[in-house]
């Protein structure tokens, strides 16, 4: 797997990097509905949402996002609670991820597409986001 590094998220209202694309995993259809009320309120800007499942962990990140908005709505499937965020602005990442917290739901993983990452399974990227999860953990706690 390619070295990715981390960049500090800032309030730019460029769009960042990838077609303009939610991935959400692992959601009951309660939360489902909870994200996508949050983000009509949060999110001027229609902003496609795919539903990913466990049999979409060998598929690239490239090919989720020009899924359909909607796809799998309503489904759900035993994963890690995760949203991908492609081609919206870091201003409406922080705008979502404060409104998340807000809403008082279970934690989960937060990444954004990059050039790297959308060569990368989804179930790759996953691992990768709960190994340094864990990894953050640690150094906090020793």
């Known amino acids: 797997m390619a070295e990715a ?6 309030d730019s209202d460029a769009p960042m990097y990838g077609p303009r694309t939610l991935l959400v995993c692992g959601y009951t259809k309660d939360n489902q509905d909870a994200f996508l009320n949050l983000l ?9 949402t795919v539903f990913c499942l466990p049999e979409d962990g060998d598929t690239l990140l490239s090919e989720l996002v020009a899924k359909e ?12 609670p995760a949203v991908i965020l ?3 602005s870091e ?3 922080r705008q979502i991820m404060t409104a998340w917290k807000g809403l008082g739901l279970p ?11 959308e060569t990368w399974t989804l179930r790759a990227l996953i691992r990768e986001l709960q190994s340094e ?6 150094k906090q706690q020793g």
Do not use: C, F, N
Not at 5 to 10: D, E, K, P, W
Not at 69 to 80: A, F, I, L, S
């Open 86 to 88: 492609s081609g919206v």
């Open 40 to 48: 009509k309120t949060e999110i001027p800007a229609k902003t496609p």
């Open 5 to 10: 590094t981390m960049t500090r998220v800032t």
């Open 69 to 80: 908005d909607g796809h799998q709505y309503g489904r759900e499937g035993k994963m890690p």
């Open 133 to 138: 999860y864990m990894a953050m953990m640690k």
């Open 91 to 93: 201003k409406e990442l």
């Open 107 to 117: 934690r989960q993983l937060w990444a954004a597409l990059t050039p790297t990452s």
